[in-house]
Nanobody, 114 residues
Framework: VQLQASGGGLVQAGGSLRLSCYAS????????MGWYRQIPGKQRELAAF???????IYADSVKGRFTISRDNAKNTLYLQMNSLKPEDTAVYYC?????????WGQGTLVTVSS
């Protein structure tokens, strides 16, 4: 499974961005996909995750502002980020889980200016 993330950029506080993650390879084996983020010097943390069954999981810090969605026909995962805050500034990584393994895309930088 290969994952390619895109959509990061610079946005003012209160603005919106949509991240995309395109999956290729053995996509039929993917059980769940999500977004993690990492601030320099800190551990990577979960932002949102979508399993094949059940409701999506969100970090408390993004609940009500971020929405994760999947377009299976396009093999693409999205993260709609609204009401962005400076503390959302981070490198965002796409993650996919398949057959007991975890796959990572390259990060995409999101910078929120105050």
């Amino acid at each position: 499974v290969q994952l390619q993330a895109s959509g990061g950029g610079l946005v003012q506080a209160g603005g919106s961005l949509r991240l995309s993650c395109y999956a290729s390879g053995r996509t039929f084996s993917i059980e769940g996909m999500g977004w993690y983020r990492q601030i320099p010097g800190k551990q990577r943390e979960l932002a949102a995750f979508s399993n094949s069954v059940g409701s999506p999981i969100y970090a408390d810090s993004v609940k009500g502002r971020f929405t994760i969605s999947r377009d299976n026909a396009k093999n693409t995962l999205y993260l709609q980020m609204n009401s962005l805050k400076p503390e959302d500034t981070a490198v965002y990584y796409c993650n996919g889980r398949a057959s007991g393994r975890s796959y990572w895309g390259q990060g995409t930088l999101v910078t929120v200016s105050s």
